[in-house]
């Protein structure tokens, strides 16, 4: 048989989330249109439906026509000589569209075309507002005004003007009194627009030719003042040529000073008290070569020779012969060292003086070079000083001509302008489309108002689904649960009314329907449930629901029979003291049970009772008296008599009263190793689900996570071909 860890490590759990961790709600799109995907149907129906009827009735209450008249902007004329030419400036050019639209559709040009068009007054619309035989202007501006549309047509330098009437022709006649009257006003805007343009136009020109003169004067005093006679860009003078010769030898002179710098402070730093002269392989190879030092190698050489003869003798090591000649050779290379180490000082010297005059030659000369250069850039800066005031007057020069040149322009413009006055063309306004009599309704249109209705509808469909979805708080299915921060999904099981094996008793499905799909949920759930108290170590898991109804007692059931088949001991502890239910699931003897026990009438082995599941024991309620004071469960008796279980059964499961109507659950949560929830879908809120989960995180026991039971398809949406698909397979292994 197949036991469990024996011990729970002593690991630490993770720190409980802070709060009541109440999550925002999370819209699955996929989930809502398979859950009310009838109510999308209807909607789209009902919508059709109703887009239809306002068609309907708006063609038959209050039908309109619209008549267009479409107006193209121009850009202004950029050569007077040459009409046709323009320039276009975009910000100008909507500035222009834009106020053109305003003026057409301004109280004073609507007035103008109400009063002094001899149209209007035979039309249908003029009906409703004649007094005296005269068109009334007080209702009829104020009416003509809704009636009439200007707008730019976007991407393009068209203006469009719209007249929406309930009559065919009366838009047409309106559009055209509106169109003259806005031509009418073009042409009297204009010619007084030229003649008010071209005085301060006039009065700038000769005061740009005044200053003209004046720069001019100025330009000249400054050259005579400077000397200055070449162009701007004259870079042939002897003060640059100097300042080109000059930098470059100043930078070879700096390159051969700070050379000289560097190795002088080197063989500074060599000659500081305390510090040992280092010489160069030069300096060594030129001291070698020098005639005393090669006489003292040769003396010492001969000196060696002698040695080696009177060794070749026979003479030995004390010999005073040898001795005489030891000595002699110890003088001589003491000489030898002493004449070395005075040449190469000698050397060295000599290289440090040859050192520090080359760097003082550099320096007198650098600084001299510098002086001059510095000079040369003063009096270069004097003169482009001035030559730069020159070029800043002829650039205000060259300002104030091309100003004069627009000015020019712009009057000769004016009076080109003043001269476009044409039958489809005043100014910059041309008319390329006039108003024609509506030959089709303009509103209602029924390829507009059937998706309206539709789209409507349907909106205000998904804002009720939306809303729905927003204020109910339940459980529905496994996404409910996720959203919830720190509570794992330990699995769902099916509602049984899904379950194509149709169990007899939830509450023993496993046993009665092994290949049916609450089985396989209870199973899955299984899974997870030995893989995380195997994890932890722990043995001991109370099964703790929500509210009433959710389903404890059967998951306790069938869990059990599911960890006994995987060949486990399992001992399952009915503490409902309230509701007592799982002595009659497996068809025993109502006490003596828990309450025995706990209140000493009985011991654990004479109250435990074996199922007629293999590998499953049965510790009841009790007898009815011993159940009534359920805060026994809370006892130190409580705790010894888990953990006598835990040492004799691989697990023991716990079942207790719902955590909504009594607090058992939280007292055995701190006597049992761990602790999973279990919830009914379409019953328990998540809120409900985090506040039980804050109060188990301060409990001993180790909280797994939740169990959702009674899930429908509903949910979901492809539970139910899940189901399906498993149950029709089950039933093939089984033939």
């Given at each position: 048989m197949s036991t469990m860890t024996a011990a729970r490590p002593a690991a630490s759990r993770?720190?409980?989330?802070?709060?009541?961790?109440?999550?925002?709600?999370?819209?699955?799109?996929?989930?809502?249109?398979?859950?009310?995907?009838?109510?999308?149907?209807?909607?789209?129906?009902?919508?059709?439906?109703?887009?239809?009827?306002?068609?309907?009735?708006?063609?038959?209450?209050?039908?309109?026509?619209?008549?267009?008249?479409?107006?193209?902007?121009?850009?202004?004329?950029?050569?007077?000589?040459?009409?046709?030419?323009?320039?276009?400036?975009?910000?100008?050019?909507?500035?222009?569209?834009?106020?053109?639209?305003?003026?057409?559709?301004?109280?004073?040009?609507?007035?103008?075309?109400?009063?002094?068009?001899?149209?209007?007054?035979?039309?249908?619309?003029?009906?409703?507002?004649?007094?005296?035989?005269r068109l009334d202007p007080g209702t009829a501006v104020e009416d003509l005004k809704d009636l009439v549309r200007a707008r730019v047509v976007a991407g393009t330098s068209l203006i469009e003007v719209s007249v929406t009437t309930r009559v065919p022709n009366d838009a047409k006649l309106i559009a055209e009194a509106v169109h003259r009257a806005y031509f009418k006003d073009l042409s009297a805007s204009g010619k007084v627009r030229g003649t008010e343009q071209r005085e301060p136009l006039n009065v700038e020109l000769n005061s740009i030719g005044t200053e003209i003169r004046r720069i001019d004067s100025l330009i000249a005093q400054r050259q005579n003042e400077r000397g200055i006679?070449?162009?701007?860009?004259?870079?042939?003078?002897?003060?640059?040529?100097?300042?080109?010769?000059?930098?470059?030898?100043?930078?070879?002179?700096?390159?051969?000073?700070?050379?000289?710098?560097?190795?002088?402070?080197?063989?500074?730093?060599?000659?500081?008290?305390?510090?040992?002269?280092?010489?160069?392989?030069?300096?060594?190879?030129?001291?070698?070569?020098?005639?005393?030092?090669?006489?003292?190698?040769?003396?010492?050489?001969?000196?060696?020779?002698?040695?080696?003869?009177?060794?070749?003798?026979?003479?030995?090591?004390?010999?005073?012969?040898?001795?005489?000649?030891?000595?002699l050779a110890e003088q001589t290379e003491a000489e030898l060292n002493g004449e070395r180490e005075r040449i190469l000082r000698k050397l060295f010297d000599s290289e440090y003086d040859k050192v520090r005059q080359a760097r003082d030659a550099a320096e007198a000369e650098l600084k001299e070079l510098t002086r001059q250069l510095n000079e040369s850039i003063r009096r270069r800066q004097d003169i482009a000083r001035a030559q730069t005031e020159i070029q800043l007057l002829k650039s205000d020069r060259e300002k104030f001509v091309t100003r004069q040149a627009e000015l020019r322009a712009a009057i000769a413009g004016i009076d080109v302008t003043a001269g476009l006055d044409r039958l489809e063309r005043i100014g910059r306004v041309r008319r390329v489309e006039e108003a024609k009599t509506p030959d089709r309704l303009f509103f209602p249109r029924l390829e507009i108002m059937l998706p309206l209705g539709i789209i409507a509808i349907v909106g205000l469909t998904i804002g009720v689904i939306v809303l729905r979805e927003i204020v109910d708080q339940r459980v529905k299915g496994p996404t409910d649960v996720s959203m919830i921060r720190g509570v794992r999904l330990l699995g769902i099981v099916p509602s049984a009314d899904e379950d194509p094996s149709r169990p007899a008793s939830v509450e023993t499905a496993f046993r009665d329907s092994p290949t049916g799909a609450v089985s396989e949920g209870f199973r899955q759930v299984r899974g997870q449930l030995v893989k995380r108290l195997g994890q932890s170590g722990a043995k001991s898991l109370l099964v703790l629901s929500g509210a009433p109804g959710s389903g404890a007692t059967s998951a306790v059931s069938n869990l059990a029979m599911g960890m006994a088949a995987s060949d486990l001991k399992v001992l399952v502890i009915d503490a409902n003291f309230r509701r007592p239910a799982l002595h009659r699931v497996f068809k025993l003897a109502e006490g003596p049970g828990l309450g025995d026990v706990l209140m000493h009438k009985n011991t654990l082995d004479e109250a435990v009772q074996q199922t007629s599941v293999a590998n499953l024991s049965l510790l009841a309620a009790g007898s009815g008296p011993s159940r009534a004071v359920p805060e026994r469960l809370a006892t130190e008796t409580m705790s010894q008599i888990i953990k006598t279980a835990v040492a004799r059964y691989d697990v023991v499961l716990v079942d207790t009263a719902p955590a909504m109507i009594a607090g058992e659950g939280l007292a055995l949560a701190n006597r049992c190793d761990a602790v999973c929830l279990v919830v009914r879908a379409f019953s328990e809120k998540r809120g409900l689900i985090a506040r039980l989960r804050d109060q188990l995180a301060d409990a001993k026991a180790e909280f797994l996570g939740v169990v959702v039971n009674g899930v429908r398809s509903a949910s979901g949406g492809y539970l139910r071909k899940n189901i399906k698909a498993a149950s029709d397979y089950q039933s093939g292994a089984a033939a």
């Amino acid at each position: 048989m197949s036991t469990m860890t024996a011990a729970r490590p002593a690991a630490s759990r993770p720190a409980a989330p802070a709060g009541s961790g109440v999550p925002t709600v999370a819209i699955n799109p996929l989930k809502i249109v398979v859950q009310y995907r009838y109510w999308l149907i209807a909607s789209v129906i009902i919508g059709g439906i109703v887009g239809v009827a306002a068609h309907l009735g708006f063609r038959a209450v209050s039908p309109l026509y619209r008549a267009t008249t479409t107006y193209q902007a121009l850009p202004p004329i950029a050569d007077p000589l040459k009409p046709d030419v323009s320039t276009v400036d975009r910000e100008e050019f909507e500035r222009f569209v834009q106020t053109q639209t305003r003026i057409i559709t301004s109280e004073r040009l609507i007035r103008d075309a109400v009063v002094n068009d001899t149209s209007l007054p035979g039309t249908e619309w003029a009906k409703g507002h004649m007094a005296g035989g005269r068109l009334d202007p007080g209702t009829a501006v104020e009416d003509l005004k809704d009636l009439v549309r200007a707008r730019v047509v976007a991407g393009t330098s068209l203006i469009e003007v719209s007249v929406t009437t309930r009559v065919p022709n009366d838009a047409k006649l309106i559009a055209e009194a509106v169109h003259r009257a806005y031509f009418k006003d073009l042409s009297a805007s204009g010619k007084v627009r030229g003649t008010e343009q071209r005085e301060p136009l006039n009065v700038e020109l000769n005061s740009i030719g005044t200053e003209i003169r004046r720069i001019d004067s100025l330009i000249a005093q400054r050259q005579n003042e400077r000397g200055i006679t070449g162009g701007e860009n004259d870079n042939t003078d002897a003060e640059y040529v100097r300042i080109y010769m000059l930098q470059p030898a100043i930078a070879e002179i700096t390159q051969r000073f700070e050379r000289a710098r560097v190795r002088a402070a080197t063989l500074e730093a060599q000659l500081k008290p305390g510090q040992a002269v280092t010489y160069t392989d030069e300096q060594r190879d030129e001291a070698e070569r020098d005639p005393v030092l090669l006489g003292l190698k040769q003396r010492m050489a001969q000196i060696r020779t002698e040695m080696a003869a009177k060794e070749q003798s026979g003479l030995g090591a004390e010999h005073k012969e040898m001795v005489s000649l030891r000595k002699l050779a110890e003088q001589t290379e003491a000489e030898l060292n002493g004449e070395r180490e005075r040449i190469l000082r000698k050397l060295f010297d000599s290289e440090y003086d040859k050192v520090r005059q080359a760097r003082d030659a550099a320096e007198a000369e650098l600084k001299e070079l510098t002086r001059q250069l510095n000079e040369s850039i003063r009096r270069r800066q004097d003169i482009a000083r001035a030559q730069t005031e020159i070029q800043l007057l002829k650039s205000d020069r060259e300002k104030f001509v091309t100003r004069q040149a627009e000015l020019r322009a712009a009057i000769a413009g004016i009076d080109v302008t003043a001269g476009l006055d044409r039958l489809e063309r005043i100014g910059r306004v041309r008319r390329v489309e006039e108003a024609k009599t509506p030959d089709r309704l303009f509103f209602p249109r029924l390829e507009i108002m059937l998706p309206l209705g539709i789209i409507a509808i349907v909106g205000l469909t998904i804002g009720v689904i939306v809303l729905r979805e927003i204020v109910d708080q339940r459980v529905k299915g496994p996404t409910d649960v996720s959203m919830i921060r720190g509570v794992r999904l330990l699995g769902i099981v099916p509602s049984a009314d899904e379950d194509p094996s149709r169990p007899a008793s939830v509450e023993t499905a496993f046993r009665d329907s092994p290949t049916g799909a609450v089985s396989e949920g209870f199973r899955q759930v299984r899974g997870q449930l030995v893989k995380r108290l195997g994890q932890s170590g722990a043995k001991s898991l109370l099964v703790l629901s929500g509210a009433p109804g959710s389903g404890a007692t059967s998951a306790v059931s069938n869990l059990a029979m599911g960890m006994a088949a995987s060949d486990l001991k399992v001992l399952v502890i009915d503490a409902n003291f309230r509701r007592p239910a799982l002595h009659r699931v497996f068809k025993l003897a109502e006490g003596p049970g828990l309450g025995d026990v706990l209140m000493h009438k009985n011991t654990l082995d004479e109250a435990v009772q074996q199922t007629s599941v293999a590998n499953l024991s049965l510790l009841a309620a009790g007898s009815g008296p011993s159940r009534a004071v359920p805060e026994r469960l809370a006892t130190e008796t409580m705790s010894q008599i888990i953990k006598t279980a835990v040492a004799r059964y691989d697990v023991v499961l716990v079942d207790t009263a719902p955590a909504m109507i009594a607090g058992e659950g939280l007292a055995l949560a701190n006597r049992c190793d761990a602790v999973c929830l279990v919830v009914r879908a379409f019953s328990e809120k998540r809120g409900l689900i985090a506040r039980l989960r804050d109060q188990l995180a301060d409990a001993k026991a180790e909280f797994l996570g939740v169990v959702v039971n009674g899930v429908r398809s509903a949910s979901g949406g492809y539970l139910r071909k899940n189901i399906k698909a498993a149950s029709d397979y089950q039933s093939g292994a089984a033939a």
